[in-house]
């Protein structure tokens, strides 16, 4: 699932993203996602091919069920994970008035600012904590919605502010704190990660997909 494409990084990336069933549901199939992965590298004709081999991809999946949780990511990984996933389900948040979210819509729009403000904050100003201040959060809105001096100005973060300042600033306070892998977890509903610096194997993607559908991954494409 990419849902950004104006993203741009120096290099290609990976990542699978779980939640507690999903991640279940990967270990109690391991063996059946193993068999079908050889079954779709034998059929595979370009990987027959390519640099790869089979034991490889063996080894990444194994890599993939080690996955850790997300508060234990680098800010980096988190950020890169982020942009492309962005709001994952939740698009819809997009169109909605942000007077009318639900306190879980609310919750899930303020931790999607709050990797935004870190994101901007990581590339220009060489911020490097995966947590924000309650004073951070504050001034970083006010910049915002007051002097209109922001990042993310005309942008679908700027619409929520404007339509219920009020709101989105009390629900971004109550996650002061709170870590970057956290609020990812709170925007995609997810809780593990497994973060592979080079691009994904797609039949693994596919393998992995066929049993654990709630399965997020892509390749972040540099």
Known sequence: MKIRTDFVTNSSSSSFIFNEKGKSQLLKHKNDIKNRIEILFAEDEFWKNHQYKIDEAIDFFEKICNMKPLEEHSLEDIIEAYNF??????MYLKEKDASEFTDKERRIAAADILLDIMDYKRCCEGYERDTLTGAEISDALYDAFEKKNSWFADSIHDDWLIQDFEGMSAAALQLAGVK?????????GAKYMYFYDFEMHYIIKRAIEEFVPDVIACTHMG
Not at 181 to 187: C, K, M, N, S, T
Request: hydrophobic share 45%; charged share 15%; no cysteine.
């Open 85 to 90: 996933y962005y709001l994952g389900k939740n």
């Open 180 to 188: 970057a892998g956290e609020l990812l977890g709170i925007i995609l």
